[in-house]
């Protein structure tokens, strides 16, 4: 193909335009999550399909989160060990992966797992529906699809996100433990006294908001993606990388505002 | 059996009262970007007619069908569904109104990860206070009207294109709604299979009474159902007698550049002096 033929099949769009794109997608991604919180209040309450929704999301990822979780807390142990015993300050590091896995790691990591996961799966599944004329005749049938459809994904993923963090963290403490023990030779009971007792109220607070905010983003953005495609199978694929794409750039980047907020609310430690 | 046709002044739109008809478009305008796809376009469809329209591929045959399903909204204009203006409601109140109608999509448009039962019953089982036993009694009804009581626990994917489309009517018709809209429901089926449908139509028509638009690329279909009409003792479509085929409730309407430039029945249409509709309907 010559090259002015490839060029000629890229469509330039003026800035003005970009921008006035941009915001109207802005405006009905909002649009859409609003309504799916909205619609909590509205019956009917499709709990059958969130059960549905929350074993797909909740059970189907356990493996990967699990997985993950203990690896990073593994090899968090791991690389710490040679810069805390320089120092012979060893036994901190129950503290260090406790803390690090709580406050940060178990909540990021898992978003980014469920993001890569579910975010496309929501992305495509709907995609799909949507290229299939499936949404329009569920509108034709009366049946309101951000009421069937997304909420039922959004409030799914939000609770058991939340979960899933929980386990992630266990796991990651564990893997730390493993390591702890089987390589670095410490005592099991005193790498687990010491990541528990370091704990305190805002490590639990911020390590458990984060999940709820990230699931929500995941979930929605996923939706949205999903509700917005256009084009075919084609229009599917892309919906489904930017669903990945935009939720896990959202995820790290509202990590550190969520941190940061929480810092201001609760006080640094 | 038929019922009479509609005098052809009595199919111009009626601004007193579009209640009195199934549908009514008044000056509706469409466009999809810079590209106008309906320019003003009017027209009625009397309850319990069927009007087939037609067009060249993009001439808004079924924008008009998403129009009055309330899936787009106009850019001018007013659409009466049932007497209510769907152009100027709100999505939450659409829900309620499309209770009233039924839609077949292009190519079925069925659940995929839903079995035929559940499709069938979709609209039932949304309404949370039908019984398990009525719902399967009448989706058990809508597929023995389509003859498909057998895929009742097969999977969309499994069916051929023919069985999708009768599933769709089984799906569209469940409810008994007031109007029908059919979007190509014989598009790139084989003769046969485009027969069957084409008689479920017609006896949706003849049986029901119900109101329908009919979007077809198929000239041959609309003519058949303006010239048979569905026997009961037979459960098959016969020929009408010479001389009675404007006796059924059946008409036309044809699309060109945006605008309406015919709505008539069949024999207005076969006796047309215009040059393009003359070249369409060769």
């Given at each position: 193909?010559?090259?002015?033929?490839?060029?000629?099949?890229?469509?330039?769009?003026?800035?003005?335009?970009?921008?006035?794109?941009?915001?109207?997608?802005?405006?009905?991604?909002?649009?859409?999550?609003?309504?799916?919180?909205?619609?909590?209040?509205?019956?009917?309450?499709?709990?059958?399909?969130?059960?549905?929704?929350?074993?797909?999301?909740?059970?189907?990822?356990?493996?990967?989160?699990?997985?993950?979780?203990?690896?990073?807390?593994?090899?968090?142990?791991?690389?710490?060990?040679?810069?805390?015993?320089?120092?012979?300050?060893?036994?901190?590091?129950?503290?260090?992966?406790?803390?690090?896995?709580?406050?940060?790691?178990?909540?990021?990591?898992?978003?980014?797992?469920?993001?890569?996961?579910?975010?496309?799966?929501?992305?495509?599944?709907?995609?799909?529906?949507?290229?299939?004329e499936q949404i329009d005749a569920m509108r034709a049938l009366g049946t309101d699809p951000t009421k069937k459809l997304v909420t039922p994904r959004v409030i799914s993923t939000v609770i058991m996100l939340f979960f899933l963090v929980i386990l992630a963290d266990?796991?990651?403490?564990?893997?730390?433990?493993?390591?702890?023990?089987?390589?670095?030779?410490?005592?099991?009971?005193?790498?687990?006294?010491?990541?528990?007792?370091?704990?305190?109220?805002?490590?639990?607070?911020?390590?458990?908001?984060?999940?709820?905010?990230?699931?929500?983003?995941?979930?929605?953005?996923?939706?949205?993606?999903?509700?917005?495609?256009?084009?075919?199978?084609?229009?599917?694929?892309?919906?489904?990388?930017?669903?990945?794409?935009?939720?896990?750039?959202?995820?790290?980047?509202?990590?550190?505002?969520?941190?940061?907020?929480?810092?201001?609310?609760?006080?640094?430690? | 059996?038929?019922?009479?046709?509609?005098?052809?002044?009595?199919?111009?739109?009626?601004?007193?009262?579009?209640?009195?008809?199934?549908?009514?478009?008044?000056?509706?305008?469409?466009?999809?970007?810079?590209?106008?796809?309906?320019?003003?376009?009017?027209f009625r469809l009397a309850r319990g007619e069927t009007k087939a329209i037609f067009g060249v591929a993009g001439s808004g045959k079924s924008t008009i069908l998403k129009l009055t399903l309330g899936l787009l909204k106009p850019d001018n204009g007013h659409i009466?569904?049932?007497?209510?203006?769907?152009?100027?409601?709100?999505?939450?109140?659409?829900?309620?109104?499309?209770?009233?109608?039924?839609?077949?999509?292009?190519?079925?448009?069925?659940?995929?990860?839903?079995?035929?039962?559940?499709?069938?019953?979709?609209?039932?089982?949304?309404?949370?206070?039908?019984?398990?036993?009525?719902?399967?009694?009448?989706?058990?009804?809508?597929?023995?009207?389509?003859?498909?009581?057998?895929?009742?626990?097969?999977?969309?994917?499994?069916?051929?294109?023919?069985?999708?489309?009768?599933?769709?009517?089984?799906?569209?018709?469940?409810?008994?709604?007031?109007?029908?809209?059919?979007?190509?429901?014989?598009?790139?089926?084989?003769?046969?299979?485009?027969?069957?449908?084409?008689?479920?139509?017609?006896?949706?028509?003849?049986?029901?009474k119900t109101s329908s638009l009919l979007v077809t690329h198929r000239l041959q279909d609309a003519f058949m159902m303006a010239t048979h009409q569905f026997d009961r003792k037979s459960n098959h479509m016969q020929p009408l007698p010479r001389g009675t085929l404007?006796?059924?409730?059946?008409?036309?309407?044809?699309?060109?550049?945006?605008?309406?430039?015919?709505?008539?029945?069949?024999?207005?249409?076969?006796?047309?002096?215009?040059?393009?509709?003359?070249?369409?309907?060769?």
């Amino acid at each position: 193909m010559a090259a002015g033929d490839l060029l000629s099949n890229i469509e330039l769009v003026s800035p003005s335009e970009f921008a006035k794109q941009k915001i109207k997608s802005i405006q009905e991604y909002s649009l859409l999550a609003a309504r799916s919180i909205g619609n909590l209040f509205k019956r009917p309450l499709y709990v059958a399909d969130m059960i549905q929704q929350a074993d797909m999301i909740g059970v189907g990822s356990l493996p990967i989160v699990l997985l993950t979780g203990f690896f990073t807390g593994a090899v968090l142990a791991l690389n710490t060990a040679a810069s805390l015993g320089r120092f012979g300050a060893l036994s901190l590091i129950g503290q260090l992966v406790s803390i690090s896995m709580v406050r940060e790691l178990g909540p990021v990591l898992t978003g980014l797992m469920v993001a890569g996961r579910n975010a496309s799966g929501m992305a495509s599944e709907l995609g799909s529906m949507i290229v299939t004329e499936q949404i329009d005749a569920m509108r034709a049938l009366g049946t309101d699809p951000t009421k069937k459809l997304v909420t039922p994904r959004v409030i799914s993923t939000v609770i058991m996100l939340f979960f899933l963090v929980i386990l992630a963290d266990f796991f990651g403490l564990l893997g730390g433990a493993v390591v702890s023990v089987a390589l670095l030779g410490l005592d099991w009971h005193e790498y687990w006294s010491s990541a528990w007792q370091t704990l305190v109220f805002q490590d639990m607070f911020t390590g458990l908001t984060k999940p709820v905010i990230f699931g929500f983003l995941i979930s929605t953005i996923g939706c949205y993606y999903g509700m917005s495609a256009r084009g075919g199978t084609q229009g599917v694929g892309k919906a489904t990388t930017e669903a990945v794409v935009t939720s896990s750039i959202l995820i790290i980047a509202t990590d550190f505002f969520v941190t940061r907020f929480l810092f201001v609310l609760l006080g640094a430690r | 059996m038929a019922t009479p046709t509609l005098p052809l002044e009595h199919r111009q739109v009626n601004d007193q009262d579009p209640a009195q008809d199934a549908i009514v478009f008044q000056e509706v305008v469409m466009a999809f970007d810079e590209k106008v796809v309906l320019n003003g376009i009017s027209f009625r469809l009397a309850r319990g007619e069927t009007k087939a329209i037609f067009g060249v591929a993009g001439s808004g045959k079924s924008t008009i069908l998403k129009l009055t399903l309330g899936l787009l909204k106009p850019d001018n204009g007013h659409i009466y569904v049932l007497g209510e203006d769907v152009a100027q409601m709100e999505e939450e109140e659409l829900f309620e109104l499309r209770g009233s109608l039924g839609m077949v999509f292009q190519e079925g448009a069925l659940f995929d990860s839903l079995t035929v039962r559940e499709n069938v019953a979709f609209r039932l089982m949304e309404k949370h206070e039908i019984s398990d036993d009525e719902i399967e009694q009448r989706v058990r009804e809508a597929l023995s009207f389509v003859e498909l009581e057998n895929t009742i626990d097969m999977y969309p994917s499994e069916l051929s294109g023919g069985m999708r489309r009768r599933v769709a009517i089984a799906r569209a018709i469940i409810t008994h709604p007031e109007i029908l809209l059919y979007d190509s429901p014989t598009g790139g089926l084989d003769p046969v299979t485009s027969t069957t449908i084409i008689e479920l139509i017609v006896k949706q028509r003849d049986v029901y009474k119900t109101s329908s638009l009919l979007v077809t690329h198929r000239l041959q279909d609309a003519f058949m159902m303006a010239t048979h009409q569905f026997d009961r003792k037979s459960n098959h479509m016969q020929p009408l007698p010479r001389g009675t085929l404007t006796e059924v409730p059946m008409t036309f309407l044809i699309l060109r550049d945006g605008k309406v430039i015919f709505d008539g029945n069949a024999h207005e249409l076969a006796h047309t002096d215009d040059e393009y509709i003359r070249e369409f309907i060769s």
